[in-house]
């Protein structure tokens, strides 16, 4: 990882989840994010221990393990702090909600202990909430960008807007077809509420850094809006269970799910995309023989 500079005393460690890197008083820095388990937290020390830098604390985007996976390291050899959204922040104490979510609410397999579901817990010292806070000095804009978690948050400091996973990258949407979603309803408000913004530049974690992101929402919005549709017009022909939306979706996509992590990170999405529905009255329910299907 190198220091790459963006404006100001903001920087970010270039990887596979971009680390935001903004330095404040007496050479202390602050973190958005930490990457991918403990050597992610290795990797971040060496780079910030090279430009003379300390770390005094991260701050979450959201709890999935690509994300927060670094902070137990960063705690026990940095003692930094540790600043999360709500809910998320239950994650993080406890990983366990993360996998036993996607298992329906049951005992989890196995399979779904992976970092990237499953990191090791960290503390939450600061619960963060909409709005500014300010850390070694530092002022800090938080801004909720719900719908990739209940709380994903964004955060913005000398107008470089750090995104976290409110957007997918071009290349994202290419592969994921249908990116991971907790709330299709919250991620279509949030999609809207960046539209509001006017940064100088925006950092996605998976992605590059951008001077514009106007374009890159409108794609988003679209995928959503498209598999909404798809969504509906299936479920015009014939009830189905959810199962068989989610196979539907895939091959609709040119999807093919090799992994049962890539199940699991699917099933759940397509039920975002079900109770966004069903919310707005576009589709229902009904048990038959059993089973739960949907019907538009």
Known sequence: MELQHIKDNVYYLRGVINIGVVVGEEKQAILIDSGLGDRSGRRILHALEAAGLRPVAVLNTHCHGDHSGGNAYLVEQAGVKVYAPLY????????VWSTLCLFAGADPINELAI????????????IVAEGELTVAGVTIEA???????????????????FLGDALCSEQELENAGIPYGYSVTMRLNTLQKLCNYNCDYYLLAHGDLRRDVGDLIEMNRRRVEETLAFIVDYLSRQPAEASDVMAAVCEHFGLQLRKVQGFFLLHPTIYSHLSHLHNRGEIAFKIEGNRLLWYA
Do not use: C, E, W
């Not at 998320?88 to 990983?95: H, I, W």
């Not at 970092?115 to 010292?125: G, H, I, K, N, T």
């Open 88 to 95: 998320d922040a239950v994650v993080l104490r406890q990983p």
């Open 115 to 126: 970092p990237r579901f499953a990191m090791r817990p960290s503390p939450v010292d600061v």
């Open 143 to 161: 801004v909720a960008l719900p719908g990739h978690t209940g709380t994903h948050t964004g955060y913005i400091v000398s107008g470089v807007f």
